[in-house]
């Protein structure tokens, strides 16, 4: 048995309308264009945040997990803010105690008014540095008797009828040291002369004694002033006593 076969031509046609089959010659006849696909990729910036998770976590009430706190301003501060030291103002006030004359215009109050804890520490550290010549225990001695003997004027001010608060007291007292550190490099030039060294002794505790009483002992003290006065010049009489050695 002699089986004949026949070919025949068949013609795919697509089975949907996304593509259709043409042949070579009709194929230069065409152009297009295809758009590019909108795709985005998440780089793990802070923008691109998983909302599935965002809204797990929020329906749990674990949402400040996704809160970022700003800056607070308050914490770029100086240090020198932070720790409330104007230098100005201190400057201002050791002009004050060294220049007590009312004549020179300086508003003298403000040591009193506006007291400040770090300017009369500096004034005692440093009356105290220059006072020790190898005797170091001076220092703490020194900055006990600031600590008291302002707690003592204080105390007798209050007695006598003064609005004074001890912290003006303790700036007041710490700032007028400053006669007597002025009046230290003097003895030491002029200390083979007992005379002079005397007076300049004098001088310095005058000095000092004169701007501590005349921002402490005000007018409400009439005629009790001596009473506060004088425990003030013997306070830096000892404060002396503590630089000399005497």
């Not at 010659?25 to 793990?44: R, Y």
């Not at 970022?68 to 002009?95: C, F, H, S």
């Not at 600031?146 to 009828?161: E, K, P």
């Not at 004098?202 to 004169?210: I, Q």
Request: net charge negative; glycine share 8%; aromatic share 14%.
């Amino acid at each position: 048995m002699k089986v004949v076969g026949t070919t025949s031509t068949m013609q795919l046609s697509p089975t949907n309308g996304d593509f259709t089959f043409v042949s070579s010659t009709e194929a230069e006849d065409l152009s297009g264009t295809i758009d590019a696909p909108d795709v985005k990729l998440n780089m793990g910036s802070d923008n691109a945040k998983d909302p599935y998770a965002t809204t797990f976590l929020r329906k749990r009430g674990y949402g400040w997990l996704l809160e970022v706190d700003e800056d607070d301003p308050e914490d770029n501060k100086p240090l020198l803010e932070e720790l409330d030291i104007d230098l100005k103002d201190i400057y201002y006030k050791i002009r004050c105690v060294l220049m007590p004359m009312p004549s020179l215009g300086f508003n003298r109050q403000v040591v009193r008014d506006n007291p400040d804890f770090w300017g009369p520490l500096a004034v005692v550290l440093l009356f105290s540095m220059i006072s020790i010549y190898g005797q170091f225990r001076v220092v703490s001695w020194i900055i006990t008797i600031w600590i008291f003997g302002s707690l003592t004027i204080f105390l007798l001010a209050r007695v006598l009828g003064g609005e004074v608060s001890y912290g003006q007291v303790l700036g007041v007292i710490g700032y007028s040291l400053l006669p007597l550190i002025v009046i230290a490099p003097l003895l030491l030039v002029i200390g083979g002369f007992d005379v002079v060294s005397t007076l300049i002794k004098l001088f310095g505790v005058f000095w000092a004694a004169y701007s501590a009483a005349s921002l402490l002992v005000g007018n409400e003290f009439k005629t009790k002033k001596p009473l506060l006065i004088y425990p003030i010049f013997l306070l830096y009489i000892y404060f002396l006593s503590l630089y000399t050695g005497v």
